[in-house]
């Protein structure tokens, strides 16, 4: 039996940034079932900082995160967090609904004519953008070098890693959480559900109520494009209905058909459909005639039902914290999304950059599911 302050279950980007910040003041383990940390979602992003992505909650974060990626505590990387790339949305037609809530939502983005989003993303189709809006602001995030930079900040302060170590059971006994796994019970008066699309597979272990959470598939195909020069300089480009998306990696372009098919918790593989339809989407966007992949691969993003991350207590379950249900948005929102977590679960004031963003806590806390 080992006891600890506070255990952390997933070693994905939020079980591990959460930690770190833990592991300053308590005596803290993480609980990881696969043999290394983030492989499931944590390892399988688009890598992009967008401000104007994701539901209010989810905006809050990321705009309060912006200092610390370009910014990062000495120590933390040696290389930069960020990379500026700029962002194109283009509304098609039949799109203007969803141009204005683009737009209510949206800070900093600047309209262009054709002409100027052509210049940045040469195979755009003529005709195809109604208007098209550029976002400045956002970039490529190095997703390895950040979760990296948290589990060794969170090993320099005392925190142990545990790996291989799938939860079995968990029991709540005299005010402790004892968490059963075939490498021993492990106990702590604090869990912290930081399990992703495993979240209410955990509460079940744990006996208490799930949220109604759902894991979705994202598929993304690589396509090279010969013939093109300056493709690791073009923008992300998407429609604003988000029905595909195109991002430069490595001289080649990932395209998706953005799809967030329902599936149970599982190791995420490219649907060769969804593939499909995203190829489809982008040649009709673009001038491009594509005519093979170069690969592909499949992550899982998990949701709320509201879409909103679930963070804090369980209004019925001692000591059994939730953080889960960030979305396709828990990387570019990590720092102020961890910082706030950990300040919940000590009970310590809220971040001031989170306060500045106006978050409304009632957006995320569990008590939201509970009637």
Same mark, same amino acid.
């Given at each position: 039996?080992?006891?600890?302050?506070?255990?952390?279950?997933?070693?994905?980007?939020?079980?591990?940034?959460?930690?770190?910040?833990?592991?300053?003041?308590?005596?803290?383990?993480?609980?990881?079932?696969? /043999?290394?940390?983030?492989?499931?979602?944590?390892?399988?992003?688009?890598?992009?900082?967008?401000?104007?992505?994701?539901?209010?909650?989810?905006?809050?974060?990321?705009?309060?995160?912006?200092?610390?990626?370009?910014?990062?505590?000495?120590?933390?990387?040696?290389?930069?967090?960020?990379?500026?790339?700029?962002?194109?949305?283009?509304?098609?037609?039949?799109?203007?609904?969803?141009?204005?809530?683009?737009?209510?939502?949206?800070?900093?983005?600047?309209?262009?004519?054709?002409?100027?989003?052509?210049?940045?993303?040469?195979?755009?189709?003529?005709?195809?953008?109604?208007?098209?809006?550029?976002?400045?602001?956002?970039?490529?995030?190095?997703?390895?070098?950040?979760?990296?930079?948290?589990?060794?900040?969170?090993?320099?302060?005392?925190?142990?890693?545990?790996?291989?170590?799938?939860?079995?059971?968990?029991?709540?006994?005299?005010?402790?959480?004892?968490?059963?796994?075939?490498?021993?019970?492990?106990?702590?008066?604090?869990?912290?559900?930081?399990s992703g699309a495993w979240g209410d597979v955990i509460a079940k272990l744990s006996g208490v109520k799930p949220v109604g959470l759902q894991p979705k598939r994202r598929s993304i195909g690589i396509i090279p494009?010969?013939?093109?020069?300056?493709?690791?300089?073009?923008?992300?480009?998407?429609?604003?209905?988000?029905?595909?998306?195109?991002?430069?990696?490595?001289?080649?372009?990932?395209?998706?058909?953005?799809?967030?098919?329902?599936?149970?918790?599982?190791?995420?593989?490219?649907?060769?459909?969804?593939?499909?339809?995203?190829?489809?989407?982008?040649?009709?966007?673009?001038?491009?005639?594509?005519?093979?992949? /170069?690969?592909?691969?499949?992550?899982?993003?998990?949701?709320?039902?509201?879409?909103?991350?679930?963070?804090?207590?369980?209004?019925?379950?001692?000591?059994?914290?939730?953080?889960?249900?960030?979305?396709?948005?828990?990387?570019?929102?990590?720092?102020?999304?961890?910082?706030?977590?950990?300040?919940?679960?000590?009970?310590?004031?809220?971040?001031?950059?989170?306060?500045?963003?106006?978050?409304?806590?009632?957006?995320?806390?569990?008590?939201?599911f509970r009637n």
């Amino acid at each position: 039996m080992k006891n600890y302050d506070i255990i952390v279950i997933g070693a994905g980007i939020a079980g591990a940034s959460i930690a770190a910040h833990l592991a300053d003041s308590r005596k803290v383990a993480i609980l990881e079932m696969e /043999d290394r940390p983030g492989y499931h979602t944590t390892g399988r992003s688009a890598a992009t900082y967008e401000p104007n992505y994701g539901p209010p909650p989810m905006l809050a974060f990321t705009r309060a995160s912006a200092r610390f990626f370009n910014e990062p505590p000495a120590g933390f990387a040696d290389a930069p967090l960020l990379t500026p790339r700029d962002s194109l949305f283009f509304m098609a037609r039949g799109q203007e609904k969803k141009t204005e809530e683009l737009l209510a939502f949206s800070t900093g983005l600047a309209e262009i004519s054709e002409k100027a989003a052509r210049e940045s993303f040469p195979i755009l189709r003529p005709g195809y953008a109604k208007r098209t809006f550029l976002d400045p602001h956002t970039g490529d995030m190095d997703v390895d070098l950040l979760h990296r930079g948290y589990l060794r900040m969170f090993k320099a302060r005392g925190g142990e890693v545990i790996l291989s170590t799938e939860v079995k059971g968990l029991l709540h006994r005299n005010g402790q959480w004892q968490v059963a796994s075939p490498q021993g019970l492990f106990v702590a008066p604090v869990v912290v559900n930081a399990s992703g699309a495993w979240g209410d597979v955990i509460a079940k272990l744990s006996g208490v109520k799930p949220v109604g959470l759902q894991p979705k598939r994202r598929s993304i195909g690589i396509i090279p494009l010969p013939g093109h020069d300056g493709i690791a300089d073009w923008p992300l480009a998407t429609d604003v209905g988000e029905t595909w998306y195109s991002k430069p990696q490595g001289g080649k372009l990932m395209v998706s058909s953005a799809d967030t098919t329902p599936v149970d918790p599982h190791d995420a593989y490219a649907d060769d459909l969804a593939i499909a339809l995203g190829i489809e989407r982008f040649k009709a966007a673009t001038t491009v005639e594509v005519e093979h992949l /170069d690969h592909s691969w499949g992550g899982l993003r998990t949701f709320a039902p509201d879409g909103s991350p679930v963070i804090g207590f369980d209004p019925e379950a001692e000591g059994f914290f939730w953080l889960v249900g960030q979305g396709g948005y828990g990387i570019q929102s990590a720092p102020a999304l961890s910082e706030t977590a950990a300040a919940l679960l000590l009970g310590h004031p809220l971040p001031d950059k989170v306060v500045a963003q106006a978050l409304d806590l009632s957006h995320i806390t569990p008590h939201r599911f509970r009637n």
